[in-house]
């Protein structure tokens, strides 16, 4: 009976343990995934204030200043899903603490009547006539030896007992200190929460004032963004011309780059690197992805990108991606330029710099400083484009660039 008893209270709360275990270990990977990602998106808010939200009030920035607000109210509601998502977690994570701990507290209250009971049995034959009677009436010596070996396991079994209360009540003391942490965390996130929809509130309220601005004279912004378009498609058709004169010079009969060893093994190496790319600038934010996509304002307009445009701080340099030689530098409408950075049959290239501080053949390494991005004086926007072409085709920088 009495290994019977052991069983009961010490099986359960091994296996309650090991589902607590598991359990955490779970939930702990999805709850520091979720943090890290609020915490990401709060950062990027912050550079969306500092690197975007600087436009004046001209009417020829509306249109920008509606783009970048929409880019925060999307990042905004990433947040608010972020924050209701750990707000969830935390909340099943309380119901199931409290769980534990009422199912803690059931067992402990069965270990301590069940010990009781030992202390009152063992006070009632305490006495040492009583133990030696129980020895000497022994019919035999087995049996007299079993006794003796029965007192001595129910005098451990009493002290295990009395470990296990110590144990379990030190257990119940641990859950409460987190329920209480994870109900704290809980009111703060709760709090953000109704911080983050009150700001989404109001910033949906001044976009759609500035929307019925840009809706009185939507087609002189369909103009402007077509003009700007036609713009970047004419130095797209500059800077392949550019790439496909640099292959026909080192393949004469072939349609992709005739590559020295050197540069196989340059290429390699670019290659054996995706994803894992420095940026072009050291501080940015992705403010234009690749491809072709709705303009976010101007329904009617579509953006064909073959590259990303990254905001950065006024005075920024843009730098090399990875080691190469400059294949080129272009001059671009408005005065500014473009640099081309060769790396084996991959080339990079880095739009909209005032000034340039390499030469035509020059080798430059990874993260070498090539030139300052130019700040727009009317938006007072720093944006570099940044386009990756593999020969004469685009590929996605964001699968090449790390955390693009």
């Known amino acids: 009976m009495i290994f019977n008893k052991k069983y009961r209270f010490f099986v359960k709360p091994f296996f309650i343990g090991m589902l607590v275990l598991f359990s955490n270990v779970s939930q702990a990977q999805t709850k520091k995934e979720l943090e890290i990602k609020r915490h990401q998106l709060k950062e990027e808010i912050k550079q969306i204030n500092h690197l975007l939200i600087k436009t004046k009030t001209k009417e020829k920035n509306i249109l920008s200043q509606v783009t970048d607000l929409d880019k925060r109210i999307k990042t905004r509601e990433k947040l608010l899903n972020t924050i209701n998502l750990e707000t969830k977690l935390l909340s099943s ?64 079994y009493r002290r295990r007992q009395g470990e296990e209360i110590a144990v379990q009540t030190n257990k119940i003391i641990q859950y409460n200190t987190t329920l209480q942490f994870k109900k704290e965390s809980k009111d703060t996130l709760l709090i953000e929460t109704q911080k983050e929809q009150d700001s989404i509130k109001v910033e949906k309220v001044n976009q759609k004032k500035l929307i019925t601005q840009i809706k009185k004279r939507e087609k002189k912004y369909l103009a402007d963004i077509r003009k700007k378009q036609k713009e970047e498609r004419d130095l797209n058709r500059k800077i392949e011309k550019l790439i496909r004169d640099a292959i026909a010079a080192s393949n004469k009969t072939g349609s992709s780059f005739k590559l020295t060893a050197e540069a196989k093994a340059l290429a390699a190496e670019f290659i054996a690197n995706q994803g894992n790319l420095p940026w072009p600038v050291e501080k940015g934010l992705v403010v234009l992805g690749y491809g072709t996509q709705p303009h976010p304002i101007v329904k009617s307009a579509t953006i064909q990108s073959n590259g990303v445009r990254i905001a950065t701080e006024k005075g920024a340099y843009a ?9 080129a530098i272009q001059l671009i409408p408005g005065g500014q330029k473009a640099v081309l950075i060769q790396h084996g049959n991959y080339i990079s290239v880095y739009k909209n710099l005032d000034i340039v501080i390499v030469s035509k053949g ?43």
Do not use: C
């Open 93 to 156: 994570e309380i119901t199931d603490n409290e769980k534990k701990i009422s199912d803690l507290e059931k067992s402990l209250q069965q270990l301590k009547d069940d010990y009781a009971a030992m202390v009152v049995k063992s006070y009632k034959s305490k006495s040492k006539e009583n133990r030696m009677l129980f020895v000497v009436s022994s019919t035999d010596f087995t049996q007299a030896y079993n006794r003796l070996k029965y007192m001595k396991q129910y005098t451990s």
């Open 362 to 404: 020059q080798s430059v390494t990874t993260k070498q400083n090539i030139g300052t991005v130019h700040t727009d004086s009317s938006t007072g926007k720093t944006i570099l484009a940044f386009v990756l072409f593999k020969e004469v085709k685009t590929v996605n920088p964001a699968l090449w660039i790390y955390k693009m």
């Open 319 to 327: 730098r090399s991606v990875f080691n190469g030689k400059v294949l």
